[in-house]
């Protein structure tokens, strides 16, 4: 090897010389063009004739030095080599049983009786050895390319698991977040409320001493004045005087006392916060890899990892035949888990379905006059508690009624849908934990779709779920929205997500469906609401982040009229705002506040379909509110508490064909039927 890089090298140097003529000739001073592989030396074109007829160099091999370059093993092929022992005598014959060249002589005298080749023979015998194992080489080589492969895709897929993993734990952490400032909001709220009652009554106090203060230095300055004059003027008020000091001696000082509730803030249950916190979660390996492949063991082997997850060790070409076969088994065991899944599915739609039909037939509108919310609106009637069996609820949200009269529940915390009557008693429910298809995360949000079918608000899966009667999935409207995010100049801490695309979600609160079978929802994260055509294709965006009539900040809750007029829960800029069906604005109804008509976080809306008045949920301050489709107030009804007749944080609400509204109590796990 070191012979043939060196020379290979050298021919190299001697080549650029010659094609510029100055390479010389061993004999003469011409030019040479070509070399003798024997010699290893350079001659002109007479020197390399003569060479060539020369007794004693005939059989040497004369090449141009082009011809050895574009074949560079002529240096090794060409070349030959000679016996140790006889060293006129090339090396022709093979001895297999020493293993190494020899010549003729050696043949005939030293390796008689081993057995022996020519080595031309011996080296096409080699060359068909080689090209029988190249197949067997080329599957090792596709299994290791296969492996490699394999072991890429594992790292991409560990970076998305990853991705996946951070934004449910950013998610869950969200939701924890969400809700302690909530609690926050909630215990500052009760603060405020207590210290404006304390400061009440020590002003009223206040008023008072001073009022009986002032009086008293008013009779004490008329008493010390009637003795400025002379003695007989003195004497001559003597019965004022006399009187005024006994009023003064007499006076009681009035009953005050300063003993108000002292305020502090208490902390209770954080030991169990903490506990809960240690264990919201754990972050641990996916289920394994399952199905028969080609892996390569530690010691750099090429094993079968059969179905049973055993290692098979053995010819590569064995192992390959293996892994077909188990490949094929593998199938054939999966189509038939398949079969029976679907099986079980359908055995098990069929059954919901024939709950549900026998069921009542489907209701029509109870012939009732319409409700006068002007009047007194009273409590009927609460049920559910906190649980996780059926019929219980989790932190219900979102409420919706179908056409049988049912009543439909987002059990949040529980992440399913509830199906109950009106008394309570449950009906059927559907909706498992995760990301996948048919999987709910935090839904927060659920109306009926052509007539039966449920569409439901997947907030934290940024996307909107339609299932079947029976709560089988039917598709997805929707997936997250992935964007910049820019400060806003004129609001100071504020991001402005300036390229949200059409379709995309980021947090959508709410759904409802018009006349028309279109589809809803606020984009709670993106600030505006996006229509759907009842194919699920982006129509068009209603609004945009801001504070102005038809701007929305958070938008949450959202409902449509008979004339499909949109209502839509302006969180953020604590009012509802009513647009037409083109997505025109139309009107602004209420304002921050705790008085009538005002807002603290309207979350929920429900339009009355025999009135067309609006009830409102009032999140923060507990309570349900009435008005007028032009927005006039008329009624309200509830108060914080856990008594029948009160809420904590009611998040949902919805009305029934005989005008009865449900609220859903999110604290105290229950609903409210008015």
């Not at 069921?359 to 649980?387: H, N, V, Y």
Request: hydrophobic share 35%; aromatic share 6%; net charge neutral.
């Amino acid at each position: 090897m070191n012979y043939y890089a060196v020379k290979l090298l050298e021919l190299i140097d001697y080549f650029k010389l010659e094609r510029k003529d100055r390479l010389p000739c061993i004999g003469c001073a011409e030019p040479a063009h070509w070399r003798c592989i024997e010699c290893d030396e350079n001659y002109c074109q007479d020197h390399s004739d003569f060479h060539h007829k020369s007794r004693a160099t005939c059989d040497h091999r004369i090449l141009t030095f082009k011809q050895i370059l574009l074949s560079p093993r002529s240096l090794c092929t060409m070349r030959n080599q000679y016996c140790t022992t006889h060293n006129n005598k090339p090396l022709e014959i093979f001895c297999k049983d020493c293993n190494r060249a020899i010549c003729t002589m050696c043949a005939v005298t030293q390796h008689k009786t081993h057995e022996t080749k020519e080595v031309a023979d011996a080296v096409a015998a080699l060359k068909a050895k080689v090209d029988a194992l190249k197949p067997q080489i080329s599957m090792s080589l596709y299994s290791l390319k296969q492996a490699l492969t394999r072991v890429k895709t594992a790292m991409r897929e560990v970076n998305v698991d990853a991705q996946v993993a951070s934004r449910q734990v950013s998610g869950m952490i969200e939701v924890c977040v969400s809700a302690v400032r909530e609690k926050e909001r909630e215990l500052t709220a009760e603060l405020e409320k207590k210290k404006r009652l304390n400061s009440e009554i020590i002003n009223s106090q206040k008023e008072l001493l001073e009022g009986e203060l002032t009086s008293m230095q008013t009779g004490r300055e008329f008493v010390e004045r009637a003795f400025i004059g002379s003695e007989v003027e003195v004497l001559c008020l003597e019965p004022q005087i006399v009187a005024k000091m006994d009023e003064l001696i007499s006076g009681d000082c009035p009953n005050i006392t300063s003993d108000v509730d002292r305020l502090s803030f208490t902390p209770s249950g954080h030991d169990n916060i903490f506990k809960a916190i240690e264990v919201l979660g754990k972050v641990g390996p996916a289920k394994p890899d399952r199905g028969p492949r080609m892996i390569v063991d530690e010691n750099g082997e090429l094993v079968l990892l059969d179905n049973e997850g055993n290692m098979v060790r053995g010819e590569t070409r064995d192992l390959l035949a293996q892994l077909k076969k188990n490949i094929i088994e593998e199938e054939i065991r999966t189509e038939d888990a398949e079969r029976k899944s679907h099986l079980k599915e359908v055995r098990r739609n069929a059954e919901e379905a024939a709950r549900l039909k026998a069921l009542e037939p489907p209701r029509t509108p109870t012939p009732l006059p319409p409700r006068d919310f002007t009047q007194a609106i009273t409590f009927s009637r609460c049920f559910g508690k906190q649980g996780m069996e059926t019929g219980m609820f989790n932190g219900p949200v979102g409420l919706s009624h179908t056409d049988k009269g049912y009543l439909v529940v987002c059990d949040v915390h529980n992440n399913r849908i509830q199906v109950v009557r009106t008394d309570g008693s449950y009906v059927l429910g559907f909706g498992v934990t995760g990301t996948g298809v048919g999987e709910l995360n935090g839904p927060n949000d659920v109306c009926m779709f052509s007539g039966r079918n449920f569409l439901v608000a997947d907030t934290y899966n940024d996307r909107v779920q339609l299932f079947a009667p029976t709560g089988r999935f039917i598709r997805t409207i929707g997936q997250k929205a992935r964007r910049r995010a820019m400060f806003m100049q004129n609001i100071p801490g504020s991001v402005k997500k300036t390229d949200a695309m059409e379709g995309l979600f980021d947090k959508p609160f709410g759904v409802t469906v018009n006349s028309k079978s279109q589809i809803l929802v606020s984009d709670m994260g993106n600030h505006r609401i996006q229509v759907f055509e009842k194919s699920g294709e982006f129509s068009r965006q209603i609004g945009s982040r801001g504070d102005d009539p038809g701007y929305l900040m958070y938008p949450y809750g959202i409902a449509c009229d008979t004339n499909d007029n949109i209502y839509v829960c302006d969180l953020g800029n604590q009012r509802v705002q009513k647009f037409n069906s083109d997505g025109k604005f139309l009107k602004a109804i209420g304002s921050k506040g705790d008085n009538n008509g005002q807002f603290m976080q309207p979350r929920s809306i429900t339009v009355d379909a025999k009135t067309g008045c609006i009830a409102v949920v009032d999140t923060g301050l507990h309570r349900v509110q009435i008005f007028t489709s032009e927005g006039k107030y008329l009624n309200k009804f509830g108060r914080k508490g856990r008594e029948d007749n009160s809420f904590s944080s009611p998040c949902g609400i919805t009305s029934n064909f005989d005008g009865e509204i449900f609220v859903s109590d999110f604290r105290n796990h229950r609903i409210h039927v008015l």
